[in-house]
């Protein structure tokens, strides 16, 4: 396997705030890499040191071996990119939007003709190729940003955040597509802060949080991590001590909300058979339970500090 993306210690300051700080890692070729981290922690300033739209400030990137500042022409003869806002221009058609992507990466008309044919079947809008982006619904417009950035057959393809605001079936075409490209030889750099998304589609996971990173690993790894958070919220019919609640099997943490406690715990299970028979033997009925997934934040602070030494 060859390196795709080579980032090493890259940094990007913003006046007083560094929002990439000295990043680094690699995307192999044939992966797909996933970059996941909460709204602010710096996925789209990364993405776009890396594609070449902003120079970082400190370190370097290679993208198919091309360093970005050296060679950026090079580069981005090999990769696509569908950006975080759109770039599609709203008062062209999609074929006209296709064509004058086909322009820019040089490409003779008569293969930018089939290529866009291919592809606005692909994403589903071959029928609606003549009608004006502007009229499109948002996960249609996503659809065209994808085929756009795929009209000179890159090898690596860079997404920010592609199904976040869409629709569940905008959603699950782009992520099967995102699979079949992938499986035909596409690498793949996605950033999202969705963690079942993430999951589900990604070979590898990095995560990033207040621009730095926290963890690269695979996905069931980072899953089993994340597993480990549980919350379970449970009322009883009387007045409980929180200790007691604290003592029981597998939980870390108890807190009072309102009428109700809030327990973290490692072993769900092992929680909820505790609590059963912790009010069977204290005469406490159990008037409400509820099993939690974890946050987002649940997730991060986890894994944060499994990140420390
Ligand atoms: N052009 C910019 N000027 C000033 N601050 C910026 C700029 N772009 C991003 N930031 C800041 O950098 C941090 C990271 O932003 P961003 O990379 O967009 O995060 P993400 O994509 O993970 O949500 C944020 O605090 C954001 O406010
Ligand atoms: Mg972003």
């Known amino acids: 396997m060859t390196s795709v993306i080579h980032a090493s210690d890259l940094t990007k300051i913003f006046g007083k705030s560094t929002a990439v700080d000295h990043v680094s890692f690699e995307v192999q070729g044939g992966e797909i890499f996933g970059f996941l981290g909460p709204n602010?922690?710096?996925?789209?300033?990364?993405?776009?040191?890396?594609?070449?739209?902003?120079?970082?400030?400190?370190?370097?990137?290679?993208?198919?071996?091309?360093?970005?500042?050296?060679?950026?022409?090079?580069?981005?003869?090999?990769?696509?990119?569908?950006?975080?806002?759109?770039?599609?221009?709203?008062?062209?058609?999609?074929?006209?939007?296709?064509?004058l992507m086909g322009e820019l990466y040089g490409l003779p008309r008569s293969r930018a003709e089939q290529r866009s044919s291919d592809l606005l079947g692909m994403v589903g809008l071959l029928e609606r190729k003549d009608q004006k982006v502007q009229a499109y619904s948002k996960g249609m417009k996503q659809r065209l940003i994808l085929a756009m950035a795929l009209i000179h057959e890159p090898e690596l393809l860079f997404l920010d955040e592609p199904t976040s605001g869409l629709d569940v079936q905008s959603t699950q075409m782009i992520l099967a597509l995102l699979r079949d490209l992938n499986r035909q030889g596409t690498t793949i750099f996605l950033t999202t802060h969705n963690m079942e998304e993430a999951n589900r589609l990604c070979h590898r996971v990095g995560i990033i949080r207040a621009g730095k990173i926290v963890a690269i690993d695979a996905p069931e790894k980072l899953k089993t991590a994340i597993d480990r958070v549980h919350k379970i919220e449970v009322s009883f019919d009387r007045e409980i001590s929180g200790d007691a609640l604290s003592g029981l099997n597998s939980v870390t943490s108890a807190n009072r909300t309102g009428d109700k406690w809030q327990i973290t715990t490692q072993d769900k299970d092992a929680t909820i058979r505790s609590l059963v028979t912790f009010s069977q033997q204290n005469s406490a009925a159990i008037v409400t339970l509820n099993t939690l997934a974890p946050s987002l934040d649940d997730a991060f602070l986890r894994l944060t500090q499994e990140a420390q030494p």
Do not use: C
């Open 40 to 99: 602010g922690a710096g996925k789209t300033t990364t993405t776009r040191m890396l594609t070449g739209v902003i120079p970082p400030d400190t370190g370097t990137a290679t993208i198919l071996g091309h360093d970005i500042r050296s060679e950026p022409v090079l580069a981005k003869q090999g990769f696509g990119v569908v950006p975080e806002t759109s770039n599609a221009y709203m008062d062209l058609t999609a074929w006209q939007n296709l064509m």
